[in-house]
């Protein structure tokens, strides 16, 4: 009778073993070694786009160690650390079995992960980065160095050769590297790293198109995924934003004039844009209110310097009310470059026709009159400067 009664059992066995094997498929387990830690509250959170949404934490066993469990439909990115010791940046996938060492009792750094291939293709472009810059901030001491040494504009040109080459490796870099792994959400981490707080690592206007080939991808693979449809919203929010496209449309619908400011400096002369064709010019827009504005005038100088006598100018329109306030400024900060201002900067007209929501803002200008780049900023602009002139 035993024996006889051993295939019912089967296949409620079958079922169990089955939904236990599903719900492996849709969790994610991570199981955490650091024994500097001990008794140390470890918080997971789920990153929502940009922000961190905490929703578990375990304590650091006398042994070291922790673990997390958790459910999961696709792939996300996670943090796990806490505010003392800094945070991990995970991708976990559905299925994943998730080993981290750490080796120092900080959680931003010198660990180790295994068990998500995601997450490690992170730490590769990581890794990666943290090289470039290390050989940026090695020029730049070279850099200071060199300054007030004889011989120096020789070493600057070598040297901002060398720097132009490496933001060119590193951007072709993390291109191959999308390339090779556009249904990764690590492709993410790649579109968006940066050299410093103002320069991407994707800083031509091209590169939209990486943008663009990812999130394709991802929304069709993970068309429920938060971090795939901002992505598209992202795209779509720049592509809507491109300059040349805008002002393409508006030379269209416009006399030619109405993009042609002719406006009074500061001693009273009236100075139009159109009158420098022939130049490489910088069309600005500032004011002396805005401490964004007063530093940026201070890079502005150096390249002006540089480029002036290769046929660069600058033409920057005002927008203080106070006249007086934007003449101080222009001899305070004795600013070398055709200033004028805007006839009723109350009602700023061309600061209108040319779309400036924030200050500063610029637009440059080829020999030929014709709007080649905009929003240029910090290493940006001195990029496109050196493209130009070649130096």
């Not at 790649?190 to 990812?214: E, G, H, I, M, P």
Request: hydrophobic share 35%.
């Amino acid at each position: 009778m035993k024996n006889k009664s051993i295939p019912h059992l089967l296949p409620a066995l079958f079922i169990t073993l089955l939904l236990v094997s599903c719900s492996g498929r849709k969790s994610v387990r991570i199981m955490g070694e650091s024994p500097q830690n001990t008794g140390e509250n470890i918080i997971i959170s789920r990153i929502d786009i940009d922000v961190a949404i905490p929703f578990d934490s375990a304590k650091v066993k006398k042994n070291g160690r922790f673990r997390f469990s958790f459910k999961a439909g696709l792939p996300e990115f996670y943090q796990l650390g806490n505010r003392n010791k800094g945070y991990t940046t995970l991708i976990a996938a559905p299925g994943n079995k998730i080993e981290i060492k750490y080796r120092t009792g900080f959680f931003d750094r010198d660990y180790s992960v295994s068990g998500s291939p995601e997450t490690q293709k992170m730490i590769m472009l990581d890794s990666a980065l943290a090289v470039t810059k290390r050989k940026i901030d090695s020029l730049r001491t070279e850099y200071d160095k060199a300054y007030s040494q004889p011989g120096f504009p020789e070493k600057e040109k070598e040297l901002n050769d060398e720097y132009v080459k490496l933001l060119r490796d590193q951007r072709m870099f993390n291109i191959a590297f999308i390339l090779k792994n556009l249904g990764s959400f690590a492709s993410i981490k790649a579109l968006y790293q940066k050299f410093d707080d103002q320069t991407y690592v994707l800083y031509d206007s091209r590169d939209l198109q990486y943008f663009k080939l990812v999130s394709d991808t991802l929304n069709h693979h993970y068309p429920k995924s938060r971090q795939a449809r901002a992505l598209k919203a992202y795209l779509e929010n720049e592509l809507k934003k491109m300059k040349i496209d805008q002002f393409g449309k508006l030379i269209e619908n416009a006399p030619e004039k109405i993009l042609d400011p002719d406006l009074k400096n500061t001693e009273g002369k009236r100075i139009s844009l159109s009158s420098l064709k022939g130049k490489i010019v910088l069309l600005s827009f500032w004011s002396a209110a805005s401490p964004d504005c007063i530093s940026e005038n201070l890079e502005l100088k150096n390249y002006y310097s540089k480029y002036r006598d290769k046929g660069f100018e600058i033409y920057q329109i005002n927008l203080d009310l106070n006249e007086e306030t934007w003449k101080k400024a222009v001899q305070f900060d004795e600013l070398p470059w055709i200033n004028v201002r805007e006839d009723d900067p109350a009602r700023p007209e061309f600061a209108r026709l040319y779309n400036v929501k924030i200050l500063p803002a610029n637009y440059l200008y080829s020999r030929e009159g014709e709007i080649i780049a905009a929003n240029l900023h910090g290493n940006q602009l001195q990029l496109k400067l050196r493209q130009i002139f070649g130096f």
